[in-house]
């Protein structure tokens, strides 16, 4: 079985400078996909088009006998069907879920994994039932530190065998807007998106919001398993134990302008006034400002935001460009959060590939 | 503006033999997305998880002002929209589609394009009103040779800029299985699969069902636009004007079984029975016999085949593979269909990469 696994938790590799994307990366972009950027346009990302991101296969779970366990350290063991489910309250969020290792591939050297470059984000109307009620009628222990959402999905993932696990500590569990949820955009979940149910914890890089959910377990101890302390961690080396990954970081999209080359995907625009426009988010507050620059991040120019939607949705923003001269431009957008947390124009490079939120370049040639 | 095309219709590149996936691959990888193959276990393939090929971006087109002209060598040039076309008689199929280009990059040396391993396909049940009737009202002139269909989506190809045009001739667009459709599963038809309305041409590539129809014009001469002259050919070199690439070639898929190692995709099952199962299809006639070898082409057992659900529609097979000794595995699945054609074990290479049928292989650790 050398053929399938690394050494137990060993880092995956780090390509070569002039490595191109192996055939096991093109195997993983051929089956997870983003969101085509054109589909920035949309308030809400229209069913297919949200971006997806499976560790390993999409299980088939019957919603008929799928039950919830809640169990661990609690005073009332629970389980739940779907009806018990739908018959608590119903709550819609509309929430821009974003994947930890987008923009992996833009990175470099580039941490060999899902290569994503820039489109691993989606905005969904996830409708369920709020998680923190169900928990106190369960009854936390005093001494609860994590809990710990289990998927039906099993893989091995670097020598490790095991289901899709992650745990939130209670504090973030106790959130009033991590929900169990159990539709999408109107309609049952779809298979792939975690059907029957999934969590959703808004704010939180993608890894947070456990598909498929087999059970949940209170625990009296910090959850180690794979997927928080191996997987989604920020690490610089192999010996780093690195922090978690947690929250989404600030970031702006644009719609790329004008019309692409199909190969190269670059864009082709004609002189004269070109609308900029696109979406910015950040998991650790509102996004304040969003700049735009069309020398490749030399100067800047504020745009235009529009209404901030809720707190867990991206935001529109616009400006226009006045395209004046022909030639070669690289534009490039940054966003710029609350907090003051602004994005990077050069890479945050780590080991794992993980929140890359290095501002996007979009190369366009003015005719 | 160099640096957007290649000369006028240029044969794009081929890779060197040991040339990794280029950024420009992956950029059109990201976009576009296959069928995760255990998604082969539906008969209709659940929303978000058929396969998609943009070629060049998804356009916005408003349904309420879109408007179908046919014109050209027709007696009555017509004017449709969308309330025309639903009050036509309305008929729904179950087609089974796969993109020209599925398997491309499984091609050893890889023709440079959308760089597909396997799962390019995906099975709906497409509704509208079919389309024959509509051009017999408008009236073909005696002397009509193709059918010409336009789409909204704008690019340049190879240097050549265009909006996505293909042609189909008389005897092909009359067959009474060729829709103009504006629903998908029961649903308005997605953004992405051509909204508000596409063509649908049962047993083609996909490259024929053209979507975000903007015109139909009927011509008098052979069409000698891009996507027919240059794109979707069989060629063997820059000089081979190449056979039209038209009808789906015979293909089987298996959902790869046991369980998946993250970063390599290679299967593990347990020893034991292991039950076999996938789709198989073909664009010029029913499949009547899937073969399954378990020791990488060297013998073949043949496979239980479900019932035929249609003319267009995938047919399911099965077959139990005892895993008795631990090892590693190469499984492959063949379909032949009734007209005798059968999937080749080695490679059908072309100079574009286009319609390989050759048989499928899993890598499997029997533990």
Redesign the interface.
Known sequence: ?T????RPGEL?RVAAPD????????????????M?L??L?YDVT?????Y?L?????P?VDPTSWRLPITGAVEHPLELDLAALRTRPRVTHTVTLECAGNGR?RFLPRP??Q???D?AVGTAEWTGTPLAPILAEAGLAPDAVDVVFTGHD?????GVEQDYARSLSVPDVMDEDVLLVYEMNGAPL????GAPVRLIAPGWYGMAHVKWLRDIEVVREPFTGFQNATAYRLKQDADDPGEPVTRIRPKALMV?PG????????R?VDTGDVPLFGRAWSGTGTVVRVEISTDGGTSWREAELGPQPGPYAWRSWRLTWQASAPG?YELCVRATDERGEAQPVDQPWNRQGMANNMAQRV?V?V?
């Open positions: 079985m053929s399938v696994s690394a995956a490595e191109g994307i192996s055939v096991d990366e093109l195997k993983l972009a051929a089956r997870n996909h983003g085509p054109e589909a346009r229209p069913p297919g088009l949200h997806l499976v560790h390993y296969d999409i088939y591939a060999v994994s290569p994503w470059l489109e099993h893989g091995t993932e670097r779809p298979p792939q998106h790329p019309f692409p080359d199909f190969q190269t995907r670059r082709i070669d190369d040639t005719r």
